[in-house]
C-alpha cells in the first residue's frame, strides 16, 4: 500500500521502493531536514506452499519475509543451527522466539557464506530458504568453499510493481531497497531526474548493470543506514 505524508511545496521527496514501510522515527528523522517521505513498493510478496529438508544442520534466512515464512516450522528445527543474514532478519527470528546462531558482519549473502564457511563441516546438509528472485552466487560459493550439500527452498514469490511517473517526476531521491528493485524502476529512468540511493553493494552493483546510476550508496545495508547517506548528503 502507497505510504504518503503530506508534501510542503518546499519539501525535497525521498521515494521508497521496499515492501516495508519506514518507521515513524526514520520518517521524523527525514522531515527534520525538510524531506518527507513516499513509500510506494514496487514488489509484492507473495507465499509459496513448501516443505523443508529434514535433518537439515544449517538453515540460512535472508530477509524478514523468509522468517515469516518459516516461523511455523521452527519446532522441527531445534536441532538445526540458523545463520540470518542482517540485523533486520534477526530482529524478525529473534521476535518468533529463536536466537539466530550466526549472524556476518556485513549484511549481504556473499559476506555470510565467506563467514560461515569456518564453522561448517565436510558432508553437512546446508538449506538456503527464500524468494524465488534471490541471487545464485552465495549458494555457487559456499559449493566451492566446502564439501556440504547445498539446497535451497523457495518460500515466497517476488513479483514487480509498476510505479506512477508523477511520483518519479518529483521525487529528488530514489531509494533502491532490492536488486527487484532496480529492475522494477530500470525501465522508467528516462522519467526521473532524482538521486539513485541504493542500500547496499549487491543493488548498486544491480543499478549499473540496469542502467542506472546511484550517487549515493549505503554504508549500512538497512534503512536506516541509507537514511544516514542521505542526510549526509544534504549536509555538504
Given amino acids: 500500500m502507497r505510504f504518503l505524508l503530506p508534501c510542503r511545496m ?16 526514520q520518517v521524523d528523522r527525514l522531515q527534520a531536514e525538510n524531506i518527507d517521505v513516499i513509500h510506494h513498493p514496487v514488489i509484492e510478496t507473495i507465499p509459496v506452499a513448501f516443505q523443508l529438508p529434514p535433518n537439515l544442520d544449517w538453515l540460512i ?24 543474514v542482517g540485523s533486520k532478519t534477526a530482529a524478525a527470528l529473534i521476535k518468533s522466539g529463536r536466537t539466530p546462531d550466526f549472524v ?13 564457511c569456518p564453522f561448517l563441516r565436510s558432508g553437512q546438509r546446508i538449506c538456503f530458504a527464500r524468494g524465488n528472485r534471490a541471487r545464485q552466487e552465495p549458494l ?8 556440504v550439500d547445498v539446497l535451497e527452498v523457495v518460500t515466497y514469490e517476488t513479483k514487480l510493481r509498476a510505479m506512477p511517473p508523477e511520483l518519479l517526476r518529483h521525487a529528488t531521491y530514489i531509494g533502491l531497497q532490492s536488486p527487484s528493485a532496480v529492475e522494477a524502476l530500470a525501465p522508467l529512468r528516462k522519467q526521473t531526474e532524482a538521486i539513485y540511493v541504493t542500500i547496499g ?15 549515493l550508496v549505503a554504508q549500512t545495508f538497512t534503512l536506516d543506514g541509507l537514511i544516514d547517506c542521505i542526510l ?3 549536509l555538504l
Avoid at 61 to 84: F, M, N, Y
Avoid at 104 to 113: H, I, Q
Fill in 10 to 25: 518546499t519539501s525535497k521527496q525521498l521515494v521508497l521502493t521496499g515492501s516495508r514501510g519506514p518507521t515513524a522515527e
Fill in 140 to 147: 555457487e560459493h559456499l559449493r566451492k568453499q566446502v564439501e
Fill in 201 to 215: 553493494p549487491i543493488t548498486e552493483q544491480a543499478a549499473h548493470r540496469f542502467g542506472l546510476t546511484p550517487r
Fill in 232 to 234: 549526509e548528503e544534504e
Fill in 104 to 116: 556476518p558482519s556485513a549484511f549481504t549473502g556473499d559476506v555470510l557464506v565467506e563467514e560461515l
Fill in 61 to 84: 534466512v535472508t530477509s524478514p519475509t523468509g522468517v515469516e515464512r518459516i516461523t511455523s516450522h521452527l519446532d522441527q528445527l531445534q536441532q538445526t543451527k540458523i545463520a540470518v
